[in-house]
């Protein structure tokens, strides 16, 4: 797996990190959902210089340009809810994109702090040797992208994979850089060091599901 961590060069990715931290501006749902849209956005570019490309032409008013366009057939797959404002913010530049959705959750069967990972719903286009973006916004443990793959795998194998995270930590990065194919690109914000007992990230944000679309059950 190639590791794309973009947060190592400083730019103004740096604000919208903080502002998704800071414990008293991501109350602001509204704010929180449009910083997270914009760090998509981000993502979104850097991931673009490593598509492929082909030549065309543009035909102005005043006559013909050369250009080169990528050429890549994308499926975007966010996995439900927290990654739709990530995927909102991809699909503002790839927005030709071909959309998919599936859903993931911790169950805690014993009602501790050990836990497995449901996948419940999926809903995509034809993902057989296209691009597949799969956008989740905290890489934590690694075990929900694990099992969304596992899951989407059964439907097809798309012919490259680039992961779009906000914030991992390194034993999530590790995690899935051991379970997924290796000519798969991971494009991520910022990387955190550690993740709690209950398995979140430190110092992270909170629940990114939470902070954008409110409590839930």
Request: hydrophobic share 40%; aromatic share 8%; glycine share 6%.
């Amino acid at each position: 797996m190639t590791i794309h961590h973009i947060c190592e060069n400083n730019s103004i990715l740096n604000t919208f990190i903080l502002e998704i931290r800071d414990k008293n501006i991501q109350k602001d749902s509204l704010r929180f959902r449009r910083n997270i849209e914009r760090i998509g956005e981000i993502l979104g570019y850097e991931l673009s210089k490593n598509l492929s490309y082909s030549d065309t032409f543009v035909e102005t008013p005043l006559g013909k340009k050369e250009m080169t366009l990528s050429n890549n057939n994308i499926v975007l797959c966010s996995i439900l809810r927290a990654g739709l404002p990530l995927h909102q913010g991809l699909l503002n530049y790839f927005d030709k994109a071909e959309n998919a959705f599936i859903s993931a959750y911790r169950h805690h069967p014993n009602n501790n702090k050990d836990f497995e990972i449901v996948v419940e719903y999926f809903a995509s286009p034809e993902i057989e040797n296209k691009t597949l973006l799969l956008a989740d916004p905290m890489l934590a443990t690694g075990q929900s992208l694990v099992a969304v793959y596992e899951a989407i795998k059964s439907h097809g194998n798309p012919k490259e994979i680039h992961i779009i995270a906000v914030i991992g930590a390194k034993e999530g990065v590790a995690f899935i850089e051991k379970n997924f194919p290796e000519n798969t690109h991971l494009w991520i914000a910022t990387i955190d060091n550690v993740l709690n007992d209950k398995g979140y990230i430190v110092p992270g944000l909170g629940d990114a599901g939470d902070l954008a679309f409110g409590e839930k059950l």
